[in-house]
């Protein structure tokens, strides 16, 4: 599954421990390097593991990178995604364009229901 923003690992990383319970993993993945992902991995303490996609091949089959704007300029980039994949491999949940507020707890939630 893929945490939202800083922000939102952080969140995700709070309630590693109810998670864990759950039986579930966390996985952040980006287009981002092993070492920029190792360093920041570090920097924020986070508990689970950060995966480099730098070909987009996990990013361009979760359909997540794509046209942005900021300030009027645009440029391709991951839309931040959340999915929860079962024990079987299943996709049963995905949440596009995250807003951070609660995301972690609504996936939790989800998680506890399976």
Not at 14 to 41: N, R, T
Not at 66 to 95: C, N, P, Q
């Amino acid at each position: 599954m893929k945490a939202p923003t800083a922000r939102g690992r952080l969140d995700f990383s709070a309630l590693h421990p109810q998670f864990k319970k759950a039986k579930a993993q966390i996985f952040g993945i980006s287009p981002d390097s092993v070492a920029s992902h190792e360093k920041f991995k570090k920097k924020m303490s986070f508990p689970f593991e950060l995966l480099s996609d730098p070909d987009q091949k996990v990013c361009n089959l979760y359909d997540v990178f794509k046209e942005k704007s900021m300030y009027g300029r645009k440029y391709m980039g991951v839309e931040r995604s959340t999915f929860l994949i079962d024990a079987k491999g299943v996709l049963r949940h995905e949440w596009r364009k995250v807003k951070v507020k609660d995301h972690a707890e609504a996936v939790l939630a989800a998680v506890k229901a399976l």
